[in-house]
């Protein structure tokens, strides 16, 4: 079976004690391939190696930088068939959006190849005839970066790409529990001939090699996407050295349906949103409130077309949806549902595994649709992580404001409606770090995406996150005599 190796100091790196950790398929259960399973001791050798390069990085320009990381993209690209098969095969998502991730993980590079040339001061105005101040940013110096299983490459990408192109040296932490392809996606970059030690990636648990990083004097930056339980955790370590944080974590985002939207399109959207990727995406729509003039024409449409979703193997180009990450993500789905009924909600479509031999041995489960729910249930409260899209009703713009509102997460929103004042009047008191109107997909490169309560600190994409990777430094000069 491959074994995945780290990357630490340039160098392709079996894990100091010489474990090996092996990955599992989710749609069948089979071995996909292993990789070193590092620990504190091999994470210290990256954040050293990291620590060593960091200032000659950081003395490059941001052309040369730029160079790198373009290359890296063209390298990306090549590899991206055999990087997306491994997605597919160590996560379950279908093919064709593996495909998407990575060539998307791709542009991550090509964007902050460019963003980082502009890394403009500025010229602050003087109090005093007899200086003058400047601002500049400056990279901060090792960046920690541990991502989650769910985008395991595409995650990552917006992570080290702006942190490389800010001047920071980066230690990588992917999922212990879908490393492949984020490994495969970190040697094609890291071929693109940066300085050893500038890109390091160890593979590990949380626990161990994930505290290193959060919890090692060297790192100077901590970004992680997970959820939002070990999020508070790595805050409060990252606060005894006042780290820097980017903070990417749970959401449960609704999904407002007014009286005027456009029905077939809202109830498209949504399907999707709910259910790509079995619904574990931290965007997912997670709450749909549905006013009650159509309600049930809303529900009709969701159903019909979730029908006519192929489930089954992500190699099979025919797959519209793979089967669930893990067992621990379809038992909490179940739970969720089985919560949800016992308080009175109703099951409008799957609720259960799909039947057949060729879903026993993977995660599956069918995309469920549930009506009448309300705020008691774990589903409206909680992030349930899974292929489920819970409809509650309202009667006015008020209320369903209110009820959008009511969660201690505020990641994404979403509204339809062809009504111009009630989408901006809700775009605008959202609680929610992006709504998308009359669309599902509030995520692009150029715009700043996080999320706002318990769904993160700080923002990735655009030119926040390069930001985010440096300090800002106040220059006052001192000026001579008149001439
Ligand atoms: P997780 O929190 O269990 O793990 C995420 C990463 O953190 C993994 O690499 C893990 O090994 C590491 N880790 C775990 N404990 C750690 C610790 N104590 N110290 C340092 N590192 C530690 O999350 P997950 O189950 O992999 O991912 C699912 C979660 O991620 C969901 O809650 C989802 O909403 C969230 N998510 C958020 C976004 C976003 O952009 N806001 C995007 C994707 C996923």
Redo the contacts with the bound molecule.
């Keep these: 079976m491959t074994c995945f190796k780290m990357l630490i100091d340039g160098q392709a790196a079996e894990s100091l004690s010489g474990k090996t950790a092996v990955i599992y398929n989710p749609v069948n259960q089979e071995p996909v391939a292993e990789v070193s399973l590092g620990g504190r001791e091999d994470a210290t050798l990256a954040l050293e190696a990291a620590e060593r390069a960091f200032p000659g990085w950081a003395e490059t320009s941001p052309w040369e930088r730029g160079k790198l990381l373009s290359r890296g993209a063209d390298l990306v690209r090549e590899r991206a068939e055999e990087i997306a098969r491994l997605l597919t095969m160590e996560q379950g998502k279908p093919l064709r959006y593996a495909r998407r991730e990575i060539v998307g993980s791709a542009e991550a590079l090509d964007y902050y190849a460019e963003e980082g040339k502009r890394n403009f001061g500025e010229i602050v105005p003087s109090s005093s005839r007899k200086a003058r101040s400047l601002v500049i940013r400056q990279p901060l110096g090792v960046a920690a970066v541990?991502?989650?299983?769910?985008?395991p490459v595409d995650?990552l990408a917006w992570k080290l790409a702006p942190a490389l192109a800010a001047g920071c040296t980066v230690v990588a932490?992917?999922?212990?529990?879908?490393p492949l392809a984020a490994n495969a996606f970190a040697e094609a970059v890291a071929e693109a001939g940066f300085p050893p030690g500038v890109l390091n990636l160890v593979h590990?648990?949380?626990?161990e090699?994930?505290?290193e990083?959060?919890e090692s004097p060297i790192s100077r930056k901590?970004s992680?996407?997970?959820?939002?339980?070990?999020?508070k955790?790595?805050g409060e370590?990252a606060a005894r050295f006042v780290k820097r944080l980017s903070?990417?974590?749970?959401?449960s985002s609704p999904f407002l349906v007014c009286e005027d939207a456009r029905i077939g399109e809202a109830a498209e959207a949504c399907m999707y949103r709910a259910f790509s990727n079995m619904g574990?995406?931290?965007?997912?729509v997670n709450r749909i409130y549905v006013h009650d003039a159509v309600a049930e024409e809303f529900a009709d449409e969701l159903v019909k077309k979730t029908g006519t979703l192929r489930i089954g193997d992500g190699l099979d180009p025919e797959v519209d949806l793979g089967p669930m990450f893990s067992e621990a993500q379809r038992q909490k789905t179940k739970d969720h549902i089985s919560d949800a009924t016992k308080k009175g909600a109703e099951i409008l479509y799957g609720g259960l595994e799909p039947e057949g031999e060729k879903y026993s041995r993977g995660f599956f489960f069918l995309p469920t649709i549930l009506d009448k729910m309300d705020h008691s249930m774990r589903m409206m409260r909680e992030?349930t992580?899974g292929p489920v899209a819970p409809m509650m009703r309202f009667s006015t713009n008020q209320e369903a404001l209110k009820l959008a509102n009511d969660s201690r997460y505020g990641?994404a929103a979403y509204v339809f409606t062809e009504d111009m004042t009630t989408a901006l009047r809700f775009a605008e008191r959202l609680e929610a770090g992006s709504v998308g109107i009359n669309l599902n997909n509030p995520i692009v490169p150029q715009a700043p995406?996080?999320?706002w309560k318990e769904?993160?600190l700080s923002r990735?994409r655009s030119r926040s996150a390069l930001y985010d990777y440096m300090e800002t430094k106040h220059i006052r000069i001192g000026l001579r005599e008149e001439i």
Excluded: M
């Design positions: 541990i991502s989650p299983w769910n985008y995650l932490k992917p999922s212990s529990r879908a590990g648990s949380g626990r090699v994930g505290r990083l959060v901590v992680f996407t997970g959820e939002t339980a070990t999020g955790e790595i370590k903070l990417e974590l749970g959401g574990q995406i931290c965007i997912s992030e992580f990641l995406f996080g999320g769904s993160g990735e």
